[in-house]
């Protein structure tokens, strides 16, 4: 199934058919979530404090305090169902079921970036400090 885009003038979706989450990678500055197959790959860096939404309510985490990521681990093998960048640089991510993410843009530094391969080539934002259109 390939992926389905909506645009308007307030955001951009990505209806992203239910991939899977197959990592969650953690450093000093960040955290990464992958989605790959065969057909491609979304990839979502996260480098600013971010809201987690699950069943069990709403946690608030930041990459830069590792100790309090374990939350994320929920995540593996999660389907992706889509993701919504907005012209504010906001970027939210809902997962099946009930849980999102999200994370507003950061004044200092970029806040989040998202980037696809294969069927998800075009699939492309960076969250600029201070907030605006990630897409340019």
């Given at each position: 199934m390939a992926p389905e885009v909506r645009r308007s003038n307030d955001q951009e979706q990505w209806l992203l058919g239910g991939r899977r989450v197959t990592q969650v990678i953690v450093d000093p500055a960040s955290v990464r979530?992958?989605?790959?197959?065969?057909?491609?790959?979304?990839?979502v860096r996260l480098g600013a404090p971010f809201e987690l939404e699950l069943s069990t309510g709403r946690l608030q985490l930041d990459p830069e305090a590792p100790a309090q990521l374990g939350p994320i681990l929920a995540l593996i093998s999660m389907p992706l169902h889509s993701l919504t960048a907005y012209r504010t640089g906001a970027l939210l991510v809902q997962f099946a079921g009930v849980i999102t993410l999200r994370v507003e843009?950061?004044?200092?530094?970029?806040?989040?970036?998202?980037?696809?391969?294969?069927?998800?080539?075009?699939?492309?934002?960076?969250?600029?400090?201070?907030?605006?259109?990630?897409?340019?």
């Open positions: 979530l992958q989605a790959w197959t065969l057909d491609g790959a979304v990839d843009p950061h004044p200092a530094f970029e806040a989040w970036e998202v980037c696809g391969s294969g069927e998800f080539s075009e699939l492309s934002y960076l969250a600029a400090p201070g907030g605006g259109s990630p897409w340019g």
